[in-house]
C-alpha cells in the first residue's frame, strides 16, 4: 500500500501482482483534498462538504492546541527570561504580559484557530502542486509558514520586542510557532482528509465541525470560518474548472507551482528584512 498521505497519479486503482481485486484494500490517498484519486469526481456539493469539513476539523482544532498551548508555553518563556517591569504591559496583540487568565488563554486559542482555518484553507490550495517526498512537502510548508508568519509578527517598533528580553529569544519563538503550526497544520490536515479517519464516522463527520464551531462562539473571530468557508464554495467553483487543464498542462503547473514560491520567497524577504532592522 502507498504511503496515506503520498499523492498519485490520477487514474483508477491498481490491483498489487497477485492480488484478486477482493484482497486489495482501497488507498487512502488524495491528491486534492476533497477528491478521492481512485474514485470518480464527486459533485460540487460533496467536494465542498468534504473540504468545509477538513478546513474545520484540522484548521479549528490544530489552531486551539498549537495557540493554546504552544503558544502558551512560549509566552511563559518569555516571561521568565524577561524583567518583572514587563509584566503587566499590554503586548501588540492586547495581551496582559505576564498575567496568565482562563480568558486570555481561551481568546489565544480563538485567535489560533481562526488562523488555523485560513491557513487549512491556504494549504488545501497549495497541496496539490507541492512537490518531492513527504517530508519536504511538509518541510515546505513548515519554513513558508514560518517566513509568513515572521514576517507578520515580527517588527522593532512592536511592544513586544521592545520589552521582552532577551530579544533574539523573542525574535526566535516568533519564527518558531508559526513553524510548528505550519508543520502540524499540514500533518493534521491529511490525517483528517484520510478516507479511514475517524472525524468522518458517522455522527462524528457533521458533530465534530459543530462542536468546534461552538467552542468560539463566546469570540467575534467566531466570523472567520464562515468568512473562508464562503470564498472556499466560490473557489471551489474555480478549482473544478480549471485544476485538471492546469495539471495536465506542463507550462499550467509551472506556472501554479511558480506563484507559490513567489508567494514564500516574498515572505522569506519580508522576514530579512525585519530581521535584518534589529541588527
Do not use: K
Not at 491556504?122 to 517566513?147: C, D, E, K, N
Amino acid at each position: 500500500m502507498t504511503s496515506d498521505l503520498q499523492p498519485s497519479s490520477p487514474g483508477p486503482a491498481r490491483t498489487p501482482t497477485g492480488a484478486t481485486p477482493a484482497d486489495h484494500v482501497p488507498r487512502c490517498t488524495v491528491s486534492v483534498h476533497g477528491r478521492w484519486d481512485d474514485e470518480p469526481a464527486p459533485s460540487y456539493a460533496q467536494e465542498l462538504i468534504e473540504v468545509l469539513r477538513v478546513v474545520m476539523v484540522a484548521g479549528i482544532g490544530w489552531g486551539l492546541v498549537c495557540a493554546g498551548l504552544v503558544g502558551r508555553l512560549a509566552m511563559f518563556v518569555l516571561r521568565l527570561t524577561s524583567p518583572t517591569s514587563v509584566r503587566g504591559v499590554v503586548s501588540d496583540d492586547g495581551f496582559v504580559i505576564g498575567r496568565f487568565t482562563l480568558s486570555g488563554t481561551y481568546n489565544l486559542a480563538v485567535v489560533g484557530a481562526a488562523v488555523g482555518v485560513i491557513g487549512a484553507a491556504a494549504y488545501l490550495a497549495v497541496a496539490p502542486w507541492l512537490i518531492g517526498p513527504l517530508w519536504f512537502r511538509r518541510f515546505t510548508v513548515a519554513v513558508t509558514s514560518a517566513a509568513i508568519g515572521g514576517a507578520a509578527t515580527i517588527h522593532r517598533d512592536g511592544i513586544d520586542f521592545q520589552a521582552l528580553e532577551p530579544q533574539a529569544l523573542a525574535i526566535a519563538l516568533f519564527i518558531l510557532l508559526p513553524l510548528v503550526f505550519g508543520l502540524g497544520l499540514s500533518v493534521t490536515i491529511d490525517r483528517v482528509a484520510r478516507r479511514d479517519s475517524w472525524t468522518r464516522r458517522g455522527s462524528y463527520a457533521w458533530g465534530l465541525p459543530l462542536v468546534l464551531l461552538l467552542l468560539l462562539v463566546a469570540n467575534p473571530l467566531v466570523v472567520t470560518p464562515f468568512v473562508v468557508s464562503a470564498a472556499l464554495a466560490v473557489l471551489l467553483v474555480v478549482r473544478r474548472h480549471v485544476h485538471d487543464r492546469i495539471a495536465a498542462s506542463a507550462t499550467g503547473t509551472l506556472v501554479a507551482r511558480g506563484f507559490y514560491l513567489a508567494i514564500a520567497v516574498y515572505g522569506f524577504v519580508l522576514l530579512g528584512m525585519d530581521v535584518a532592522d534589529f541588527a
